[in-house]
């Protein structure tokens, strides 16, 4: 685990130059973890990684909104869909709900639900907006975002280091 230490008997594009594990180990003590390596010859080696409960890894769906990107977790994500604008106009303003495999859900623009006075210029009819149906808390919501970005993992920690490291300043 120290830099520059390598195993291989040469360098390569790809390896040899002892960087690597020292890299791991030390992301790994950053998130307040730590890496134990047990190597046996004809055996094999085993990393035994332990990270603080605090951390977690998750799929996301990541969206953007104006000039911000939000990750939806992908557990509370149903589906999604792309409405026409003349559509989606109409669930507007009669507060109808989008029926989506037997489910009905409110269509909100997602920018509105986080920034009450914000509204979205709909734009031509014809276009296509992308609706992320979601559920959770015991409300089924099709949230009307500007892009679709992809899945990703995120890793989630607890701000807990961070703001200590912080206040102490």
């Known amino acids: 685990l120290h830099p520059g230490f390598s195993t291989a008997t040469a360098v390569t594009q790809i390896s040899g130059r002892g960087v690597g594990m020292d890299v791991v180990s030390s992301e790994i003590r950053q998130m307040g973890g730590s890496l134990e390596i047990d190597s046996r010859p004809a055996e094999g080696t085993r990393f035994v990684v332990r990270l603080p409960f605090t951390v977690s890894v998750n799929r996301a769906l990541l969206v953007s909104?104006?000039?911000e990107t939000y990750a939806l977790p992908l557990n509370t994500v149903a589906?999604?869909?792309?409405l026409r604008v003349d559509e989606l106009a109409q669930y507007?303003?009669?507060e109808r709900l989008l029926e989506y495999a037997g489910?009905?859900?409110?269509v909100r623009y997602l920018g509105a639900v986080l920034h009450p006075d914000e509204h979205r210029d709909l734009g031509i009819d014809?276009?296509?907006v992308p609706l992320v149906l979601v559920r959770g808390g015991g409300q089924a919501l099709a949230v009307e975002v500007d892009r679709?970005?992809?899945a990703r993992d995120i890793?989630?920690?607890s701000l807990q280091g961070v703001l200590q490291?912080?206040?102490a300043k």
């Open 65 to 67: 909104v104006g000039q």
């Open 79 to 82: 589906g999604v869909v792309r």
């Open 92 to 94: 507007a303003a009669d």
């Open 103 to 106: 489910q009905g859900y409110r």
């Open 126 to 128: 014809g276009d296509t």
């Open 148 to 150: 679709l970005l992809g």
């Open 155 to 157: 890793a989630v920690k």
């Open 165 to 167: 490291s912080l206040t």
